[in-house]
């Protein structure tokens, strides 16, 4: 095994340990029925796919993007 394997091996393991973290980090268990920013309800096929969500997309969208701008 050389120092180019060695390194790739490195890489893929960290890959595998932030993959985990992340999929650790996201919402799970049992969604809300509303809105916890606007209080609409939250469509059943969002709440199915995105299991602990707490806001409908248009709120997600609006946090995730104040949360980028750093607001």
Same mark, same amino acid.
């Given at each position: 095994m050389d120092d180019v394997d060695i390194a790739q091996e490195l +890489?893929? &393991?960290e890959l595998r340990h932030l993959l985990a &973290? +992340?999929?650790y980090?996201?919402?799970h268990g049992e969604s &809300? *029925?509303?809105c916890d920013d606007c209080g609409e309800p939250?469509? *059943?096929a969002r +709440? %199915? &796919?995105a299991p602990g969500c707490t806001r409908c997309v248009f709120? %997600? %969208?609006r946090f995730e993007r104040r949360m980028r701008e750093g607001r």
């Open positions: +890489r893929e &393991a &973290a +992340r999929a980090a996201l919402p &809300a *029925e509303e939250i469509p *059943e +709440r %199915q &796919a709120c %997600q %969208q």
